[in-house]
């Protein structure tokens, strides 16, 4: 049970060994730098030291009570982050899937508009362009 | 009070610095909002859409409304896009 903020790479099987023992069931999810737009070299994460391991260990505790997880785990990264690059990862464990599907579907979701970080976007030019939130976002934390 | 106050993404931008510190009698967010944006354009600027700022107090999430008296550290900042 724990949330992590860093700029290194993570690697996801090293994050999974010994996580969740015991458990019936085990969900990962990990998001990874995409270029929409065909013209992105790189995303640049902003975040507020401080703040933000507060706001994750807290989001992973409520997941942890909610959803009667077993374990769970934030690990979030910040800098620059090339396309392709893995951005973050959750991992949440409980005795059966449906609870360990909708805390990592919960987490994200509170990840997305209610942790501090911010993203912006770095083109090929070396334009950068902060990416606005979106509403969709903001709206599917109203599900919870 | 004194109070540390921070900005980060735009915000931090058109302020031209990450972090200040204040010396302020407001006793809410709006409250230095206001005394922050009377201090020259640039804070005005930073603070001339409401809508598109959030705050945390003392590392919290905040309203506009939430009141500072104790607080000994306030960040503007906008939208989060994390994840």
Not at chain 1, 4 to 27: K, M, N, Q, T, Y
Not at chain 1, 123 to 137: E, F, L, N, Q, Y
């Amino acid at each position: 049970m724990s949330a992590r903020v860093h700029s290194a790479p993570f690697d996801l099987a090293a994050e999974l060994a010994g996580f969740g023992a015991g458990a019936g069931a085990i969900v990962t999810f990990t998001g990874i730098v995409r270029d929409d737009t065909g013209a992105m070299a790189a995303l640049e994460i902003e975040h507020y030291p401080g703040m933000t391991e507060r706001a994750l260990s807290d989001y992973g505790r409520q997941a942890a009570e909610r959803f009667a997880l077993t374990d769970w785990r934030i690990v979030h990264r910040h800098g620059r982050l090339p396309v392709g690059e893995p951005i973050m990862m959750v991992a949440t464990a409980a005795r059966h899937r449906h609870a360990a599907f909708q805390a990592a579907d919960y987490l994200m979701d509170w990840l997305k508009s209610r942790a501090p970080f911010w993203k912006r976007e770095i083109g090929r030019d070396g334009a950068a362009r902060w990416v606005d939130a979106k509403a969709s976002d903001e709206d599917a934390l109203s599900r919870w | 009070m004194t109070l540390d106050v921070l900005y980060f993404a735009w915000l931090r931008e058109r302020i031209g610095q990450p972090r200040e510190r204040i010396e302020t009698a407001a006793t809410t967010v709006r409250d230095l909002i206001a005394d922050l944006a009377a201090r020259d354009d640039w804070h005005a600027a930073a603070f001339a859409d409401l809508a598109a700022v959030r705050c945390a107090v003392d590392q919290q999430l905040a309203d506009l409304d939430s009141p500072i008296a104790d607080a000994r550290e306030v960040a503007f900042f906008p939208p989060m896009t994390g994840g």
